[in-house]
């Protein structure tokens, strides 16, 4: 299993498959730490761990209390995913053979916007797309803001915040959005505390640890629209409200799965147009293998963080 920065390694006698690689990875700093499973043919199952078995103890001449995990079974379809990248030659003619490269690597970057979208927010209801997480997070691993004010929405507690932590196995990475990000760091700042400090990523961008996990922020979509937003529906029925997510990024916890990297194909001047034209096609999807791989405070409102 791979990121997709590891993967691109694999393409340097394809330079240009390398390249579009490379930049999808650094379209969002969510890309650029997915992991990726390759699987053959155009699903996956699995069984999902929810409750290890119960141990404990006997006396002499007595039994154990027999009892089972409890497994749900999975089968995650891979969806297709992907786009043309067109340049107008007229383009290229006023501003050289570099204009194409720049006009790709903002398609690409939108492409890599949509899967970072579709991780969050996808609804495999609308037949082309799989589910993200919002869709996927339920009962004991979705929280509310403050969990000393159940039922309401409000202000996002740090206690809150550690709490969707523990509920993770092995958690890797908060991700957020970036304005929510900005008041957990002026909590940090103040007398609300908070272990919050920054570094860099492999990009060289400046991101925030909280307890020693990076937060990755989500930005935006390619129409331009906040992936993560305070447009929420909380426990106070209005929409204005975000979410957060705890998760933790690895073979058997949450990973995506794809059918051999991406393709990428130079098909040159098409012939219904005067553009040159490079195609980008994945087999992609994604696995959620563990019940505490991942967690999610919602209700958060756009308030100063309490303790």
Known sequence: MLTLLEAAKQFDTDLKRQAVIEMFAGSTELNAVLPFMDLPGGSYSYNQEAKLPSVGFRGINEGYTASVGVINPMT??????????????????????????SQEAMKVKA??????????????????????????????????????N?????ALSLATLDEAIDRVQGPTHIIMDGRLRNLLSRAAKSSVGGDLYF???????????YNDLPILITGDNAAGERIIDFNE???????????????????????????????????????????????????????????????????????????
């Open 76 to 101: 995650e379809t891979l969806k297709i995913a992907g786009g043309d990248l067109d340049v107008d030659k007229a383009l290229i003619k006023m501003h050289g053979a570099g204009v194409r490269t």
């Open 150 to 154: 159940v039922g309401a929405s409000g």
């Open 111 to 148: 492409f890599g916007q949509t899967i970072t979208d579709c991780f969050i927010n996808g609804d495999a209801s609308d037949g082309v797309s799989f589910d993200g997480l919002r869709r996927r997070v339920t009962g004991y691993q979705l929280l509310e803001a403050n969990l000393d």
């Open 199 to 209: 570094g860099k990523d492999d990009f060289g961008r400046r991101i925030a640890f």
């Open 233 to 307: 529906v909380g426990p106070g029925a209005t929409a204005n409200t975000t979410s957060l997510y705890v998760v933790s990024l690895g073979d058997g916890k949450v990973k995506m799965l794809q059918n051999g990297i991406m393709e990428v194909a130079d098909l040159g001047e098409v012939q219904d147009k005067p553009v040159m034209r490079t195609r980008v096609e994945w087999l992609v999807g994604m696995a959620i293998e563990h019940g505490k791989a991942v967690s999610r405070v919602a209700g958060i409102t756009k308030a100063a963080v309490v303790a």
